[in-house]
C-alpha cells in the first residue's frame, strides 16, 4: 500500500515525500563535499531527513530497507509497549492491547513509510517503562532506570519537542508525588526524585545537545525552544497578539492553515478538505474551555460515519469504521478504568492521554494530522479496555506495583 500499489491518493503520502526529498537532498549534497543548508523546514523533519540520508549515503536510494527497518522498530514499540503494561494490567490485558496497537491499520500505514513516528513510538514507550518502574516499590536498577528515562526523553526531543516537553513534565509531577509518598512513610525516594530532576531536565539537555547538531550539520537557527507564535506570514496574523492567550492559539491555527493550503495549492493543485474549525475564535479562556470537547471528539474519534461527510471516499470510509471501533475501545477503557484500581501508574497512563489530548485539539489544524499523532497517546487506553476480559489477573498485578 505504501510502496508498489498504493491505494489512496497521492497527497496522503505528501508528508513521506517531503522527508525522503529532503533526505536525497541531503545525500546528493554529502557525495558533492557540501553542507546542508535549508532554513525552511523544523526541526523534527529536518532529523527524520536526517536519519534517512544516514541510510540511503552508504547503500544509495533504496526506500523499502527504510520502511523495513520502520517495521522493525515499529515492533519493537510494541513489545516494549507489552512490557510496561504487563506489570500493571497481567500478561493477558497487556498482550491485547498490545496486539491491538500491532494491527490498527492506521498505525500499520503511518509507522511503516513515516520514518520518525515508529521511532518516536518506541522513544516514548521506553520513557515510560522507566518512569513506571519509578513508581514502583524500590528495587535495584533504579539510578540506571533514571537515566535511561532522560536519554529516551531528549533523543524524542529531536524528533518532535513538544511531545517531550508534555511527557517530561507529567513524569515528573508523578514522579515526585511518588517521592512524597514514600517521604511519608519513610520509604527511600531517592530513585524517583532522581528521575522527576532527570524529567524536567531533559528539555534543557535537549536544548544543549542538539545546538551542536543543528548548527553545524543542518543549520537549522539556534532558537529551538517551542513556542505558539504566530506565523509571520499569515494575513490574518496580529502582530500585537500575545502568543501564550486565546487569541495568540487562534492565531497560530489560522497561521498553520493558510500555510497549509498555500503548500498544498502549490505542490498538488489543491485544497486541504479536511482542516478542523477553520473559522473557530478565542478570545478568552472560557472560549477555549468551551471548545475543548468538541475539539478533542474530533481528533480521536472523526471521521465517523453520519456524523462527517465521506463523500465516497475510500480513506474517510476506512477511517470512519476504524474510528467506530476506537470509540468503543475507548468507552470501554473508561469503564475498565472506573472498575479498575486507582493506582498512581495507571492514572499516570490518563494524564498524558488527556494532556495530549487536549494540546491536539488546540493545535491540530486537520483530521490527517490528528490521526498520525494521536497513534502516540490514545493506546494508552487500549490496557484498560483488555482489562475488562482480564479483570482478576490485571488487577492483582496492579496491586502488587502500589
Not at 524500590?138 to 539510578?143: E, H, I, L, S, T
Not at 519513610?186 to 544543549?208: Q, T, V
Not at 470501554?332 to 492521554?353: E, M, N, S, Y
Request: aromatic residues 12%; positive net charge; glycine residues 6%.
Amino acid at each position: 500500500m505504501t510502496e508498489w500499489r498504493p491505494i489512496f491518493p497521492a497527497y496522503y503520502y505528501n508528508d513521506v515525500q517531503l522527508s525522503e526529498q529532503i533526505a536525497q537532498d541531503m545525500t546528493r549534497r554529502w557525495h558533492g563535499g557540501k553542507s546542508y543548508l535549508d532554513y525552511s523546514y523544523d526541526t523534527g523533519k529536518k532529523t527524520a531527513a536526517f536519519l534517512l540520508a544516514l541510510c540511503y549515503y552508504p547503500c544509495g536510494y533504496h526506500p523499502i530497507l527504510t520502511k523495513l527497518l520502520n517495521c522493525l522498530v515499529g515492533s519493537l514499540a510494541c513489545m516494549t509497549f507489552f512490557s510496561l503494561l504487563a506489570p500493571l494490567f497481567g500478561a493477558g490485558a497487556a498482550m491485547t492491547g498490545a496486539l491491538a496497537l500491532a494491527i490498527w491499520p492506521t498505525h500499520v500505514f503511518f509507522t511503516s513509510q513515516n520514518f520518525k513516528e515508529s521511532w518516536v513510538m518506541l522513544l516514548c514507550y521506553l520513557a515510560l517503562a522507566c518512569a513506571l518502574r519509578l513508581l514502583s516499590p524500590p528495587g535495584p536498577g533504579r539510578a540506571r532506570d533514571a537515566g535511561l528515562l532522560a536519554v529516551a526523553l531528549v533523543a524524542v526531543g529531536f524528533l518532535k519537542s513538544y511531545v517531550m516537553a508534555v511527557w517530561a513534565a507529567a513524569f515528573a509531577v508523578a514522579l515526585m508525588i511518588r517521592g512524597a509518598m514514600r517521604w511519608r512513610r519513610r520509604i527511600p525516594m531517592g530513585a524517583a526524585l532522581l528521575g522527576a530532576g532527570l524529567a524536567l531536565a531533559s528539555p534543557f539537555l535537549y536544548l544543549l545537545s542538539s545546538r551542536p547538531l543543528f548548527r553545524h550539520y543542518l543549520e537549522t537557527p539556534a532558537d529551538l525552544a517551542p513556542a505558539i507564535i504566530p506565523n509571520r506570514h499569515s494575513q490574518k496574523a496580529d502582530r500585537n497578539v500575545q502568543p501564550f492567550s486565546p487569541q495568540g492559539i487562534s492565531e497560530f491555527r489560522h497561521s498553520q492553515q493558510d500555510s497549509d493550503n498555500a503548500w498544498a495549492q502549490r505542490e498538488n493543485n489543491r485544497k486541504v478538505a479536511t482542516q478542523l474549525f477553520v473559522d473557530v475564535e478565542f478570545h478568552t479562556w472560557w472560549d477555549v474551555l468551551a471548545f475543548l470537547p468538541k475539539g478533542m471528539f474530533y481528533v480521536l474519534f472523526m471521521p465517523l460515519p453520519g456524523l462527517y461527510p465521506l463523500d465516497g471516499n475510500l480513506g474517510r470510509i476506512l477511517a470512519a469504521l476504524e474510528n467506530s471501533v476506537l470509540l468503543l475501545l475507548a468507552s470501554a477503557a473508561a469503564i475498565g478504568f472506573w472498575r479498575g484500581p486507582k493506582t498512581l501508574a495507571r492514572g499516570l497512563l490518563w494524564v498524558v492521554f488527556a494532556v495530549m489530548a487536549v494540546g491536539s485539539a488546540l493545535l491540530e489544524f486537520d483530521l490527517g494530522s490528528a490521526t498520525r499523532h494521536k497513534l502516540l497517546y490514545l493506546p494508552l487506553l487500549f490496557p484498560f479496555a483488555a482489562s475488562l476480559v482480564f479483570p482478576l489477573r490485571g488487577d492483582a498485578a496492579a496491586k502488587k506495583t502500589g
